[in-house]
């Protein structure tokens, strides 16, 4: 699974807006946008901040665990 359909994944669980996982990350809408639309990656600090509003690992997000 990529990184854009995790971070869908993560936030339809929450039941979140894109604009409210960007405002509780710190980031503008549209960069969140871009990581969910598969034309950027998180930087490694963003993914930190992602893992940590998900409460899931970074391994998490970007595929390389199942395990949350």
Known sequence: MKVKERLRELRAEKGETQ???A???GLNE???QFFEYGKHLPSLEN????ADHFEVSIDYIVG???ER
């Open 19 to 21: 604009k409210q996982v």
């Open 23 to 25: 405002e509780a990350v």
């Open 30 to 32: 549209r960069h969140y």
């Open 47 to 50: 993914a930190w901040k992602l």
């Open 64 to 66: 390389r665990t199942e």
